[in-house]
């Protein structure tokens, strides 16, 4: 089993429809969480960190649910800007802060 | 601004050659790293370093070095060992802990081809 992991998609959505996706990570240790977006052939840009009661950040929210230890994204009112890979990083709570990450969710918002 | 930079963007060689990729940061960041990104997969983590004169292998280490003589430098040479070199190379730091208030920020990467 991987250490972080992500359905790579693609999520294809229509504009304006709203689009979940999770990833599941393997080390009930792991510390912090966070969702990177990265566009084709750039790096990643962090999108926003995952908190333990959850959080909002204008259309994105993100939920922990550390019992089945999983994190999710969910995206409101999708714009044809969202589209993009979505990945996952988690602190695996390894010696050196090491972050681990996901595969990557990729997501296609269509008009 | 504050950022990191990597040089070149792109970059060609030929096999058995060694080749250095430049990282600086002018963040004051504690922590750097270096991530290999291939076609269609997620990062996986070649070197890090926590401080400076200090560094640890990742999980992708062999073929690999790196130095940090200098808090913002923090430069990856990528030697004829390393079977499968080219790649996208990330460089990124941290504050320190990489923890909810201190994730990493990358640098816009370097594209390695060798032939």
């Known amino acids: 089993r991987k250490e972080v992991e992500q359905d790579p998609g693609p999520f294809n959505v229509p504009e304006g429809a709203t689009v979940a996706f999770n990833c599941t990570y393997s080390?009930?240790?792991?510390?912090?969480f966070f969702w990177y977006r990265q566009d084709c052939r750039k790096e990643p840009k962090l999108l926003m960190s995952?908190?333990?009661s959850g959080n909002e950040d204008g259309r994105f929210t993100a939920q922990l649910n550390r019992a089945s230890q999983y994190i999710s994204l969910l995206i409101r009112d999708s714009k044809l800007s969202d589209s993009a890979t979505y990945l996952c990083?988690?602190?695996?709570?390894?010696?050196?802060?090491?972050?681990?990450f996901g595969g990557g969710t990729r997501v296609l918002v269509k008009p | 601004d504050g950022g990191i930079t990597q040089s070149p963007k792109y970059l060609f060689r030929k096999e058995g050659q060694n080749v250095t990729l430049s990282c600086e940061q002018n963040?004051?960041?504690?922590?750097m790293y270096w991530y290999r990104q291939d076609p269609g997969q997620g990062l996986r983590l070649i070197y890090y370093?926590?401080?400076?004169?200090?560094?640890q292998k990742g999980d992708i280490a062999e073929g690999y070095s790196v130095s940090r003589e200098k808090k913002e430098s923090f430069p990856l040479t990528v030697t004829s060992a390393q079977k499968n070199p080219t790649a996208f190379y990330l460089c990124?730091?941290?504050?320190?802990?990489?923890?909810?208030?201190?994730?990493?920020?990358f640098g816009n990467g370097t594209r390695l081809t060798v032939t």
């Open positions: 990124a730091s941290s504050i320190g802990d990489t923890s909810y208030n201190s994730p990493l920020h």
């Open positions: 080390n009930s240790a792991s510390q912090s």
């Open positions: 963040l004051n960041h504690d922590a």
């Open positions: 990083v988690v602190n695996m709570g390894a010696a050196g802060n090491k972050l681990t």
């Open positions: 995952v908190y333990s």
């Open positions: 370093s926590q401080i400076v004169n200090d560094f």
